[in-house]
């Protein structure tokens, strides 16, 4: 998936044929109960507030917003019509009550949501955006992060710093580059940007994703002893 292909619009007639599930990726329910099954056993609460950073039309959301109380679902995504489908998707499951906030943003500005949160997640956004776009939301999801709140985000890894050649990624056959969407980055590279947004970066690994994404978990760097 491309970033452009990501942000074209659909129509109310292709999100009702369900084509938004396709364009975030499809693996529409593997992927949804991945990212509770892994969240919940990270100690994701009900009463949690959670920033979904690139929801889409909320393969995962759904998952959250039944799991967490009333209003404490927060999802941002760039693409108007993925949010669209995702309301859609919350009518269908007859979840509007649980009152979730969905905000149609390009830049990330999570403090729009004059909140808090507990936790933050973005599954299949890093692997598209170049460094310096991981170093903006990085930023943003700083500044919104109570104290011990935890980013949790996907990356398609290299095996090292500027690693210029096309990397195949097993399962899954994706390939990915270092400067072509989509993006691969080396664990010192993660650690990097981390810093200079003023957070550690920590790796999770392998987390059951069926296309190799791997996980790492950023927040405040410990107070130096």
């Known amino acids: 998936m491309k970033i452009n292909d990501y942000e074209r619009q659909l129509g109310p ?17 593997e992927l949804g109960a991945l990212q509770i099954g892994y969240l919940r056993a990270q100690g994701l609460r009900a009463d949690h507030h959670l920033v979904d950073v690139g929801c889409g039309a909320l393969r995962g959301g759904i998952h959250f917003i039944q799991y967490l109380d009333p209003g404490h679902y927060h999802g941002i995504d760039i693409n108007a019509s993925l949010i669209d489908a995702g309301k859609r998707e919350l009518a269908q499951l007859g979840l509007e009550w649980k009152a979730p906030r969905l905000l149609v943003n390009d830049a990330f500005e999570l403090h ?64 990915t580059y270092l400067d072509a969407d989509p993006y691969h980055y080396g664990a010192d590279e993660i650690r990097w940007v981390a810093g200079n947004a003023g957070l550690q970066a920590q790796r999770v690994g392998a987390w059951g994703h069926p296309r190799d994404q791997q996980m790492w978990v950023f927040s405040d760097p410990a107070p130096a002893q």
């Open 13 to 29: 007639a292709e999100i009702a044929a369900g084509e938004h599930r396709e364009l975030v990726g499809g693996l529409w329910e």
């Open 112 to 175: 729009r949501f004059d909140m808090q949160f507990d936790v933050a997640i973005a599954t299949s956004v890093f692997t598209h955006l170049p460094l310096n776009h991981i170093l903006r939301c990085l930023v943003e999801v700083r500044r919104v992060l109570r104290p011990g709140g935890c980013f949790h985000a996907t990356f398609f890894e290299a095996p090292g710093p500027a690693h210029l050649d096309p990397l195949p990624h097993s399962p899954g056959g994706i390939v």
